[in-house]
Every structure is written in C-alpha cells, then in structure tokens.
C-alpha cells in the first residue's frame, strides 16, 4: 500500500494516530508549491477527536504567499471566521527533512507548518512550534 493510500484511509477513519507511524508515511510524499497551495482548506486532525477543541478549528485559507489565514474555526451558529488572535501568515518554500516544500511562517508566534501534497485535493501538514517537539500532524482537504 503506497503512503497516498495509507493516509487517505487513515483520514477517513478519523482514528488517532502516532507520530512515529506519520513521519514515514509524510517522508514519502511529493513536494507542493506555493501556488498549490492558494485556496481555502478544510481540516482534521490525526488525534481520534480525543484533544479538546476550545477553538472549534476548521481549516486554513492561503490567500496569496503573503498572505494566510493560518486558523479559520466555526461560530455557534457553524458560521466560519478567521481567528486572529495568532495573527496572520505567509507561505514560503522552506528545505526540511530533506525536501523543499512549501510552508506556512505565522508572523506573530513561533509557528512554522510544514506541507506535503497527498493528492491535488489532500494535503498534510506538520505543525512546529518553537521549544516543542515537530510531532502535530494534521490534514487539509481543498474546498
């Protein structure tokens, strides 16, 4: 079973996942421009629903490579805003684990997500927050 379909299927299963079964997978998939990147994104998490959500996260928006909408959630009422109490962001190619993919450079905190192309409607990203360890792995489905 290829690293695409492994990911899909754990996807749809909404299962949790660890790291240590993510990285070898993540390390298989293709690169992603900055321009692929452009859009609206729905996203899931690896972690079987079992993390609190006090946000209510529903995805990212990358608007143009200087500007992104790193945390979209959900009012009350399912409503969808931009969170902007981490500030905005901006796409970059950045090199990491050896392959030059584009990534997410929040500009108020020390926050980089790293991306890797499932498919040209599935992504998954690595979130990396300063002083923590690089293991938050979620995944965005294109709108």
Request: with cysteine; proline share 6%.
């Amino acid at each position: 079973m290829t690293a695409t379909s492994q990911l899909l299927e754990m996807i749809q299963t909404r299962q949790a996942y660890a790291p240590d079964l993510l990285f070898p997978l993540y390390d298989q998939l293709a690169p992603l421009s900055v321009e692929e990147m452009i859009g609206t994104w729905k996203g899931g998490k690896f972690d079987g629903g079992k993390d609190p959500d006090p946000i209510k996260w529903y995805g990212k928006r990358f608007v143009s490579a200087d500007h992104c909408e790193p945390l979209l959630c959900r009012k009350d009422d399912g409503s969808v805003y931009a969170y902007d109490q981490l500030g905005a962001a901006q796409l970059r190619l950045i090199a990491w684990r050896g392959v030059v993919s584009a990534a997410l450079i929040y500009d108020k905190q020390p926050i980089m997500d790293y991306f890797r192309k499932v498919n040209d409607q599935v992504i998954i990203g690595l979130g990396d927050v300063k002083g923590r360890p690089t293991d938050f792995f979620f995944h965005l489905t294109r709108e």
